[in-house]
DNA sequence: ATGAAAGCGCTAACAT
DNA sequence: ATGTTAGCGCTTTCAT
């Protein structure tokens, strides 16, 4: 009798070991043969050659749990994304899957459609399957968890905004700037009253956002009323606010709008009100989604350099997970130009 | 001294092991409860309060490498785009999702990019992560790959459509049907000629779509002539087709566009010869993305039940996952309206 | 009601 | 140039 077999010798040999046996080898030299460390171990080209050729034959497929429970490493990350929606999910992984380069890691993207409870199981699903790190687009309210998935001790990276007092987790973000470069362009035009239609959020970029619009009516000498300043719940309509501020007196003659949907929706409602758009009142917004330049919009934005947000962020991530104990990134990624569409024109007088 | 330690006491004490030793219990009981077979094993309710205590305490993470290596099930199945543009990709994860109910199963989406080679790296990237199984809206020329996936053993379901002759395989997909809507619909608005605007294709779903034409057109007692039907190479452009059948003697006054984006071409091209449509030439396409029904375009169109695809996609898969062995499935999802837009009108006479 | 122990498939010291 | 071996952290039969 031969000493106990551990890995059953079944018909379909799958295992690294079982290889190994079939050809009379150690699972040693296996290993390193299939890891392309032969070179450096000095295995007989033939021996190579046989145990390429047996693993093709048998169609040996090694198990990355084995392999990942073993090295502490599993070359994937994880990508948490609070929706799929447009373009935006899908250019920000192509710059992910540019950012990862050559590092044969895979980006394993999950979905939580903006509940909170969901984003908790999923991170923690991945924290569980131990990738390698995360990139997360953060939803407004999710700090305590992730802080868990930090001192749970992976590498996370948030992508296009961070909740704000986390400063100890690396961002990459688009730079605040681009508001500047909306605004500028509607005083440019001659617009005085240029009123923010926004989101209540307290993150990192979203705050930014709303300074670098007070900041760039100061740099003007333009008032900055806060009655101007309209900040929504998520999801909820902008109908009530914006012909709350169209009846008053001395009416704002351009909006700003923080996102497309937003700008979209004014369109709408100045319609509505039999206002027309840009002769009446301007509308611009920042980002670029297809809708924004839809031939039935064509508003008036600034371009968002997506796929650069994600290869920053991947970038960023590698170098965490090279160096855990680095200082956290905090990186904007600028750029993006203005595209002046049909919704921004002078100022009436 | 006492027996060989295993699992270091480190500091952190993280393995299930770890935090047996650390309670003076055996793993056994630590897992089982961990577990929530804590009831069938009859574990002392004092004992489990203990285990969940301190599992909070040291904020215990379970390895999922570990466990999937054992259980041979790892609770993640893949999910295989070519991309995720537009809302498509959306919509069929949130049909996974629904489809997978309650089962604890985690849906990791990755993206090929339309890359034959990317798609075969990520295809045995999960295959070696171990998933239960793979969703997979398959590239046309995938033949070998996804035959691979199968011998391999891990059940594989296709999305939306499914490469021709490998019925060994199931495959959830939008009934060819809506295309007769769509035709219909311009029979009826008195049209005798309709073009068909497709793609060269020999997946299963893309060929039916194309019988549905010509079925269609004969019921009706229409001529189904060759020439009527355009067959383009992926991503090639449509102008010089659509400008040839149109520069013809007693040319078509109606086109059926396979995709949408076919569709929204077609109207530029039609505007650029100086045809007015629908007055000179009506459009209809089948599929709804938002661009569709965009106020610049509102294409006539049959709406797709995306979500039910993705949700029959994934009851499917877990039914094979369940029994392996099984028949495969083939489902037609029924259903999605027509949409009339301003894109179709009556038959010029 | 709880524990001992084997082993999932792999890698990487440490031999020889 | 190749082999031995000890785990990685978990589940699960079989004991007690």
Redesign the interface.
Known sequence: MTAKIKNKPTGRVTTLSGLAKHLGLSPTTVSFVLNGQAEARKIAPETIKRILAAAEEV?Y??????R??RQKR?H?IGVVFP?????W??RI??GI?EGLGDSKT??????H?GSGELERE?L??L????VDGIICNPLADGFNRYL?VR??GVPLVFLGDAPKGLDAISYAAWDPAAVGVAVRHLIELGHRRIAYLGVRDSRTISAARRRVYRDTLEEAGLACSRRDIVLNEPGADFEAPVRQLLAGPDRPTAFFALYDDIAISVLGILRAQGLRCPEDVSVATIGDS??VS????QITTVSCPVEEEGKACAACLEQIIQNPKRDPIHRLVPGGGLVVGRTTGPCPS
């Not at 929706?83 to 373009?87: A, Q, R, S, T, Y």
């Not at 839809?294 to 919009?297: D, S």
């Open positions: 169609d497929v090694p198990n990355a749990l084995a990942g429970l599993t994937a929706h799929l929606k447009g373009d999910a899908h992984t192509q899957a895979v980006p394993l993207i999950v979905c459609y999923l923690r699903s924290v569980e399957r131990r868990q001192d749970r297809p809708l839809a031939p039935g919009h």
